[in-house]
Each structure stands twice: as structure tokens, then as C-alpha cells.
């Protein structure tokens, strides 16, 4: 069970009972009693008014409003949310789980993995260099030996980890934080989980409003739209990265079981992995590499 002693044992759980957890406790506790104080302000602000004949007899003022307002405010229920990157070193949230329990809520954020692991590979650490590894700084979640970085749940030999080009080892990053969540649900029955699966803009606005609505956070105005990352049209050879896929998976030689864990939504083939306007090919000769791969997969 992940529940054990390598969750409690951990450097990062150990940071985040002694600095994380309390920290976010003492925030709610502040949200509170800022609440508190707000009230006992409107309380004071409308018995001056009252004493000094001043307000309106219907008691739609402005404090009379905010006051009806805060005190609706069931403070025991309400979310209060980190929107914090975390790329779970060291088994932050299992630890968060562990100790939070019914008090935390997960939010899953699920992105295709050909848009994880060329995201990582795009990213440039210096002028001409860019990051080759999820070993490496920011993200430093890694199966080889040696690295001092934590277990991890899907496991691969030094020679086939060394073998493997950058695209397949962000891959294999996209593939642990999926079985990563998926034991995080099946060891930790107490919190509650949600998950948003997307490609684009629409789907993260859809998603995130029925996330929203589950929360019964109300809606508000998105006023930074900028579009940070501009995506090619037609520019990527998308037969290369399937063939890379497939390679990879014929090393971590998963099966039937495992494939169900990593691709819940996506499937097996790859041509559910990837945005096809962004790709060279076309959709139909893109299905035809991937009926290729399955028939030389399945002669295996």
C-alpha cells in the first residue's frame, strides 16, 4: 500500500506537514476571521446610522447588502484554492491526502501526452539548450538510478531509459502522473476528486465551469485571455512522434490492465493522442500509420 512508511519517510511530505499544511490551515483561519471582522464592522457601521437617523428604512444600503452577503457565508463549506503547478515531487499530494483527508479537494488537470511531453521538450533551460529529461530541473521525476529523486510507480531499466529519445521520456512523465492519480484515488478514499480533461480553450472552459458548478463557486469574467502559446498548424510530423510512441510502448511492454490505468480516456491508438490539425498529415493518413503499427504490434 502507498500508504507507508515511504509517504511518511518522505523529505517533501516531512516539508509539507512542518510548512505546507499549516500554512494553508492558518490561511483558512485567516479567511475567517476576516470574515468575522468584516461583519462585526457592518454591525457597528449600521447601528451609527441608525443612531444618527441615517439610512434607508427599506435596509437596501450598500452595508446592509454586503452584511446580508457575508453573513450567507457558511464559512465551514466554503473552498478556499491554491492554484498552485505541481508536477507531485516526492509525494507531495499523497502526503496532502494522507494528512488532509475529507478536508482537501484534488482538481486534475488532464492534457494529451504528444502536448505534455512536446511542451517539455520545447521548453529551452538556456539560449541553445533545451530540456531533454524529466530528471533534470523543473521537473525532476525520474526512473534511473542513481538520481536520489523518489520511487516511482512505472519503473524502467537504465539501459532502456538511457535508450529512449527526449519525446519518449516525457512520454513515460505523462504516463507516471497518470498512474500516479490513479493510485492517489484508489489508496485515498477521503478527499474528493475531480478531473478536466482538455485540447483546447472551449474544452478548458467547459470542463472548468462544471468543476466550478461542483464546488458551487460562482462564475466570474476571465479578463486575461491572451493566448501564451501559439500552436503550428500543419507544421509537426506527427507519423514521426507515433512511431516514437509505439517504440516506447514496446519497451515498457505494458499490458492490457495497465494500458486501462493510462489511457482512460484516450484509448490505446495514438491517433487519440495527438491534435490533427497541428500535424503534417493528413487524418486519414494519419490512421493509416497507426492501423500499421497495431498489425505490426500485433505480429509481435
Known amino acids: 500500500m502507498l500508504r507507508s512508511k515511504s509517504i511518511e ?34 454591525n457597528r457601521n449600521q447601528t451609527e446610522q441608525t443612531r444618527a437617523g441615517i439610512g434607508n428604512d ?9 452584511l446580508k452577503l457575508f453573513r450567507s ?24 491526502a494522507d494528512e488532509l483527508k475529507d478536508e482537501v479537494i484534488f482538481i486534475r488537470v488532464r ?20 530540456l531533454r529529461t524529466p530528471c533534470k530541473s523543473p ?27 527526449p519525446f519518449q521520456r516525457f512520454l513515460w512523465y505523462a504516463d507516471e502522473m497518470e498512474h ?14 475531480h478531473e478536466i480533461t482538455w485540447s483546447n480553450s472551449m474544452d478548458l472552459e467547459r470542463e472548468t465551469a462544471k468543476v466550478r458548478r461542483a464546488l458551487g463557486c460562482t462564475s466570474t469574467e476571465i479578463k486575461n485571455t491572451h493566448q501564451h502559446i501559439v500552436h503550428k498548424i500543419g507544421k509537426i510530423n506527427c507519423t514521426d512522434l507515433i512511431r516514437q510512441d509505439y517504440e ?19 484509448g490505446w491508438a495514438s491517433s487519440n493522442h495527438m491534435r490533427f490539425e497541428e500535424c503534417l498529415e493528413t487524418k486519414d493518413e ?11 504490434r500485433t505480429k509481435r
Open 248 to 266: 516506447y510502448r514496446d519497451l515498457m511492454k505494458y499490458d492490457e490492465e495497465m494500458i486501462k490505468i493510462l489511457y482512460p480516456s484516450q
Open 58 to 66: 427599506n435596509g437596501d444600503g450598500d452595508d446592509e447588502q454586503q
Open 139 to 165: 521537473v525532476s521525476v525520474c526512473p534511473q538510478s542513481g538520481q536520489r529523486l523518489g520511487a516511482v510507480n512505472l519503473q524502467v531499466a537504465d539501459e532502456i531509459w538511457n535508450s529512449m529519445t
Open 73 to 96: 457565508i457558511r464559512m465551514e463549506n466554503a473552498k478556499f484554492i491554491d492554484l498552485g503547478h505541481f508536477h507531485n515531487r516526492g509525494r507531495t499530494l499523497e502526503c496532502f
Open 9 to 42: 519517510s518522505s523529505v517533501s511530505c516531512r516539508f509539507a506537514k512542518k510548512k505546507i499544511i499549516p500554512y494553508l490551515r492558518k490561511y483558512r483561519n485567516l479567511a475567517v476571521k476576516k470574515r468575522n471582522v468584516i461583519i462585526d464592522e457592518l
Open 180 to 193: 500516479r492519480w490513479h493510485t492517489l484515488i484508489t489508496v485515498f478514499h477521503e478527499p474528493t476528486y
Open 111 to 130: 492534457r494529451n501526452r504528444y502536448d505534455i511531453a512536446r511542451s517539455f521538450i520545447g521548453k529551452k533551460m538556456t539560449r541553445n539548450k533545451h
Open 286 to 296: 494519419l490512421d493509416g500509420v497507426v492501423r500499421h503499427q497495431e498489425t505490426t
